[in-house]
C-alpha cells in the first residue's frame, strides 16, 4: 500500500506564490515519474508539471516559467513552487506518482494523492 501526502496549498493573492509538497511512502520499489495535476471547478483534471527520476521535467504551457518542479528521490517528494500565481490557477492539485510496488513485478502503476486546494484571489 502507498500514501501520498500532499501539503501547502492554500490561499494567495494574484501574484503571490505557494508551494506545495507531496512525500509518498509505504511498499515501494522505485519512482519514475512524479507530477502534479490539477482540477478547476467544471473542468478535466490537467497536467501542470511531471519530472522524471533523472531529472527531466515538463511543464504545461499555462505554467511555463512562473512554476517549478523538484524531486528529492531519497526522500521520495516532489515539490511544486509556484510563482507569480494568477486566479485561473486556482484548482485542486493533486500529486501523482507511477512507481513500482516491488521488484518482482515489473508492471508501473499510478498513485494519487488526496489533493489539495489553491485558490489565488485577483
Known amino acids: 500500500q502507498v500514501q501520498l501526502v500532499e501539503s501547502g496549498g492554500g490561499l494567495a493573492q494574484a501574484g503571490g506564490s505557494l508551494r506545495l509538497s507531496c512525500a509518498a511512502s509505504?511498499?515501494?520499489?522505485?519512482?519514475?515519474?512524479m507530477g502534479w495535476y490539477r482540477q478547476a471547478p467544471g473542468k478535466q483534471r490537467e497536467l501542470v508539471a511531471r519530472?522524471?527520476?533523472?531529472?527531466?521535467?515538463n511543464y504545461s504551457d499555462s505554467v511555463k516559467g512562473r512554476f517549478t518542479i523538484s524531486r528529492d528521490n531519497a526522500k521520495n517528494t516532489v515539490s511544486l513552487q509556484m510563482n507569480s500565481l494568477k486566479p485561473e490557477d486556482t484548482a485542486v492539485y493533486y500529486c501523482?506518482?507511477?512507481?513500482?510496488?516491488?521488484?518482482?513485478?515489473?508492471?508501473?502503476?499510478?498513485?494519487w494523492g488526496q489533493g489539495t486546494q489553491v485558490t489565488v484571489s485577483s
Open positions: 509505504g511498499t515501494i520499489f522505485s519512482i519514475n515519474v
Open positions: 501523482a506518482v507511477d512507481l513500482r510496488y516491488t521488484e518482482t513485478k515489473s508492471n508501473t502503476y499510478r498513485e
Open positions: 519530472i522524471t527520476s533523472g531529472g527531466i521535467t
